[in-house]
């Protein structure tokens, strides 16, 4: 089969968890005989269609000059040249399948002309873009968890937040109907799509039950990961503080804040953290959490880190934390974690809880909650054979191979039967 990958943006400008996702998936589905090419959408000086490989895997890059929140916006209720450059993209690629990964800055059209054209379309629930424009249902305005639209006032909230124009809040009843005109832009799109993804139950039961898509059209495919590159664990010598890790974005929504304020109420004999991420991502935020540290000796933010070091950077670790403040989708990192043989002190929110066994593999606690955090790390420093029992709770992974075997029955079953039943 012949799969084109549709998302927003791609490798090598981009580097994210989705644009890692694609090329890997891409690559993997090699073996099982089945030909992959990217579409996105790249920033450029004008309007053309530009080709070209990454590492070996083709991509189509429809290169626009506008850019900016507001351009991203506006493009799901339609722009001409993207429109025209994925229809001649997929006349020339001829596609058996449609593989959807993220239309942010896309037009919400895309699902429906792949099905003109005769495309079987798969979708995956990366975030909850389909749901909220912010993607993470967080909101700008006070950083809380959002169960959704309220008549889409709350989200005519997060858009002035975000633009940093508090007097937009005065026009909310007309941002409020944009916002409405594009949920329902988004619920046409999602009708012409056959089957989705969710990594997580937790993802496919919030879609499922805010009524935007049915769950009998979501298939669970928990994601895989290449451990090839495990280091063997490197034991913490006796008496020395418990190495704790952070590994992942550095932004509010990732709660390292909190983190590091559990890590300043012990001693620092007892616990060193070293937080692992870009931070020229959110330059604002990684200020304040440099300013947080205040030069704390046993704590390090050592910025982002290469793929191969990620597995030297667990070896030498004896627990992750992953605070979040947000709904995670699937958290990878947790799988990487529990690969090296690391137990996890997660958030008790969203997909997580269905991540780590509270007392099994590693512990759960209240989200944004710095003093619990903070207990389960004394205890874990002063009691070395509670984190070997911890150790030994960890279950295999699911590698990448086993979740693209998965996918690729679906794509199977969607291409001979045209639907996701």
């Not at 339609?78 to 429109?83: C, M, P, Y």
């Not at 959807?100 to 429906?112: F, Q, S, V």
């Not at 912010?134 to 639209?149: E, F, I, K, M, W």
């Not at 269905?354 to 759960?364: A, F, K, Q, S, T």
Request: glycine residues 6%; contains cysteine.
């Amino acid at each position: 089969m012949r799969i084109l990958h549709v998302l927003h943006q791609y490798l090598p400008r981009y580097v994210g968890g989705t644009e890692i996702y694609v090329h890997t998936l891409a690559v993997r589905l090699l073996p099982h005989g089945h030909q992959s090419a990217v579409f996105t959408r790249e920033t450029g000086t004008d309007e053309r269609l530009l080709e070209d490989q990454w590492a070996g895997i083709p991509v189509l890059r429809a290169s626009t000059s506008s850019s900016g929140p507001v351009h991203t916006f506006k493009a799901s209720f339609g722009h001409q040249f993207l429109q025209r450059a994925f229809a001649q993209t997929l006349e020339t690629s001829a596609p058996d399948l449609v593989h959807i990964h993220h239309l942010m800055g896309l037009p919400a059209d895309i699902p429906r002309i792949a099905k003109h054209l005769g495309c079987p379309v798969v979708a995956t629930l990366h975030d909850y873009w389909f749901l909220c424009p912010n993607a993470q249902l967080v909101t700008n305005y006070d950083h809380s968890v959002c169960s959704g639209p309220r008549l889409w006032l709350n989200c005519a909230r997060c858009a002035a937040a975000r633009l940093e124009q508090p007097a937009l809040r005065l026009a909310a009843p007309v941002l409020a109907a944009l916002m409405g005109w594009r949920a329902r832009l988004l619920r046409r799109a999602l009708a012409h799509v056959d089957a989705f993804v969710a990594p997580t139950t937790f993802v496919r039961d919030l879609f499922a039950q805010v009524g935007l898509i049915p769950a009998d059209r979501i298939a669970h495919i928990p994601h895989g990961i290449a451990a090839e590159g495990v280091r063997t664990r490197i034991d913490r010598p006796v008496a020395a503080p418990l190495r704790v890790a952070y590994l992942g974005g550095i932004s509010w929504q990732k709660g390292i804040h909190v983190l590091l304020e559990a890590v300043m109420r012990l001693d620092p004999s007892q616990v060193s953290l070293t937080v692992y991420g870009d931070l020229a991502a959110f330059p604002r935020y990684a200020q304040e959490l440099v300013a947080q540290a205040d030069g704390r000796p046993n704590i390090a933010l050592a910025g982002r880190l290469a793929r191969a070091e990620v597995w030297e950077a667990l070896a030498r670790t004896d627990v992750l934390v992953v605070p979040s403040l947000w709904y995670e989708t699937a958290a990878l990192v947790i799988q990487e974690a529990f690969a090296a043989g690391v137990p996890v002190i997660a958030s008790r929110l969203g997909a997580l809880q269905e991540r780590v066994r509270h007392g099994i593999d590693g512990y759960l606690f209240p989200p944004g909650d710095s003093r619990g955090l903070a207990d389960l790390l004394a205890e874990l420093a002063g009691d070395h054979h509670q984190l070997l029992r911890l150790r030994t709770g960890i279950r295999p992974v699911l590698t990448i191979d086993q979740h693209v075997q998965q996918v690729v029955a679906l794509y199977e079953r969607l291409a001979s039967t045209g639907d996701a039943e």
